[in-house]
């Protein structure tokens, strides 16, 4: 009846209020961002802002938190650093992180489930239907990790030994807290590698980190996943274990497509994702897009393509007849002169594809894939991909 | 005429004795390998001596010598290391070289052109027809590359320091000429890297290194085509370019499936393969071969999988029924204890597929796919990988 309704709503209401209070530290944003989920908030870029952007727009960089904003007093931040590796814990302040010298990346973050709607679309996947804006790149300033971890006494051993770091069994992942609750860990190797780059940023494009992607301190780890890249980080442990959290055990991993509901033993038996295949997408001409043709008769298309690992991009093909033929794009100079086996950063690509008369006046489905510099490609369909959580969905992007 | 058929056939065989004449110090080979080319030798391994065999046994090793078979006088050989990076140029013995560390790896060597028969039946190639066992593996003893520069007096910078080598741009390449004629070059930064075990190999399987490998000495770059892993080395020359050599500039590079006839320009702009896709195949059943299924129904298959740059191969899924179905694979432990991000060897593996009854006494075809620790996966089709080439040939295997 309608008293039942009414407290119902009531009820309704409270819990939505209730919700909301746990996230009463989350900032405003951009209005342009594309929201899949307000709280924690899903957001990602809007394919305008990426376009010809090899740095995105600090307000436009797509947000995907797992749990609330925490409120943290940076007075009072303490960076804990601890394990076998570290004679005695340690809890380092923002001034004593910022005393060590400071170093500047430019990197792309990109979600696990970045395109996962087109995978979706395949056959269901569970999770949020990301587009191809789970993806955005800036300019990171903070400190390496791996000269915190000297900071706090590790002792890194000089590149002349042959006992190489990782050769310690004791410590074979760098786990990282964050102050809301998340958590996951990178391997060992990653983080003292001397070429790893992995950051403790305080600063994103030049001005501090905003609240949304984990000040005052955060971790970023190039050519990764950006599931490691903690924000809000407390705590930093090393170890001869992964971390504990579900992020790192029940989530981000990837199945065989015949593997439709996962079970403990199969999660146990997957590898974490860490580095990411290679990716593409196309931002322009946007889905339904009338398109202007060049004088030449040809029809101009933009996109990016990024590797996991430091692997640069090597080449990029599009075509209009679904693959029958390719044109190959030019890829725009690299935001940052990387370092070979360094590339942190994506590649923007355009391409103006001949439109044959036959095609003319009617609707085209523009496809690319990439190749890295290991000349790993993208699959062309998703079936042989499809995984129930609907992660690394990198087939050809139509 | 008579006349005439009997001069031509006296000219064939002059010409023919006088390019075996070039290979009189080709060594006599296995009988079991399978022979694409004699002139020079191109053999590929049978499956039979790769099933089961993390290393492959040294006289059934694939051969892909691109030139005779040199003599070398071993108490006369000198190895020249030179370039901007070595004060002086110097010239080792082998003598000089064996009083290094010795070090030993266990590295799978993949030809660029592994599988080839698979893309020409897509669509024809130009190049020999390698099945899948232009690939094999052995443990290779020798002397770090690392050490033979430092040695020669190039100083590794330690990895303390944030000038790391590699951002030294007189010295971006490390160039190696075989003593017969070939050449190639590798990125300096896998060749100075700590992790890289890039080796000079003197030793094959704990026996020294035989003609047809390379003695007295080889290079060997884990985790690359094996292309760069030149035999014979007598000159390792530090640059800022790759080599000159037909086979680093004109050969083993990827194309778009659309560049048909790739001309000067495209080799220019390619990349030179270096790191290798992720990779695998089917060993048993071989084509053709009738199956006894286990009591359980099931049909045993057994394969190999393999990645480039160290990365680990974390699944393979086999099918029975082109895709549709998919058993994930048991993967062998591996041969050696390899460390993270330095899996330099394959991975062997077996799975007992269920075979329904529907396809019971008929012809089944058996598709397998691997995934890397990069969740690189494999093409599903050869059509959008296709190369003129046929290189790079890592479309399902089927
Ligand atoms: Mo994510
Ligand atoms: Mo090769």
């Not at 938190?65 to 931040?77: A, C, S």
């Not at 500047?104 to 269901?124: E, F, I, S, W, Y």
């Not at 050519?223 to 890249?229: E, F, K, L, M, Q």
């Not at 609707?363 to 369909?381: F, G, L, R, T």
Request: charged fraction near 25%; charge should be negative.
């Amino acid at each position: 009846d309608a008293i039942e309704a009414a407290e119902n709503a009531a009820a309704e209401e409270r819990d939505r209020d209730a919700l909301k209070d746990l996230f009463k530290f989350d900032p405003k944003r951009d209005p342009e961002l594309i929201t899949h989920a307000a709280y924690p908030c899903n957001a990602e870029a809007p394919a305008r802002a990426l376009v010809d952007a090899p740095i995105t727009p600090t307000e436009k960089f797509f947000v995907r938190n797992h749990l609330p904003v925490p409120d943290i007093d940076t007075t009072t931040y303490r960076l804990a650093v601890q394990g076998p590796g570290i004679p005695d814990g340690v809890a380092l302040s923002l001034e004593d992180l910022k005393k060590l010298p400071k170093k500047t990346v430019t990197v792309t973050l990109q979600c696990a489930g970045n395109r996962r709607k087109d995978m979706h679309d395949v056959k269901p996947t569970k999770g949020l239907q990301w587009s191809q804006g789970a993806i955005s790149t800036a300019t990171w300033g903070g400190v390496l990790l791996r000269d915190v971890l000297k900071q706090a006494g590790y002792n890194t051993p000089p590149s002349t030994t042959t006992t190489l770091p990782d050769d310690d069994q004791a410590i074979s992942h760098v786990q990282f807290h964050g102050t809301e609750g998340y958590g996951a860990s990178i391997p060992f190797h990653k983080a003292i590698s001397a070429q790893g780059d992995v950051l403790l940023a305080y600063e994103m494009n030049g001005e501090p980190l905003p609240a949304d992607h984990g000040a005052p301190i955060r971790v970023v780890v190039p050519g990764y996943v950006a599931a490691r890249s903690v924000k809000w980080v407390d705590r930093i442990t090393l170890s001869d274990e992964e971390s504990w959290s579900h992020w790192q055990r029940k989530d981000y991993k990837g199945f065989s497509p015949s593997t439709e509901m996962p079970c403990e033993e199969d999660y146990e038996n997957a590898k974490s994702i860490q580095e990411l295949p290679v990716q593409s997408a196309v931002l322009l001409p946007a889905k339904g897009q009338n398109v202007t043709l060049t004088e030449q008769g040809e029809m101009v298309c933009k996109g990016y393509a990024v590797s996991g690992g430091g692997r640069e991009v090597v080449r990029v093909d599009v075509s209009a007849d679904g693959g029958r033929t390719w044109t190959t794009a030019t890829l725009k100079p690299a935001a940052t002169d990387a370092r070979p086996g360094r590339q942190w950063a994506w590649s923007h690509w355009d391409a103006k594809i001949p439109v044959s008369s036959t095609i003319k006046g009617k609707e085209v489905e523009i496809v690319c894939k990439a190749v890295d510099d290991s000349y790993n490609s993208q699959p062309e369909k998703m079936e042989g991909i499809w995984n129930m959580r609907g992660v690394l969905s990198t087939a050809w992007h139509r």
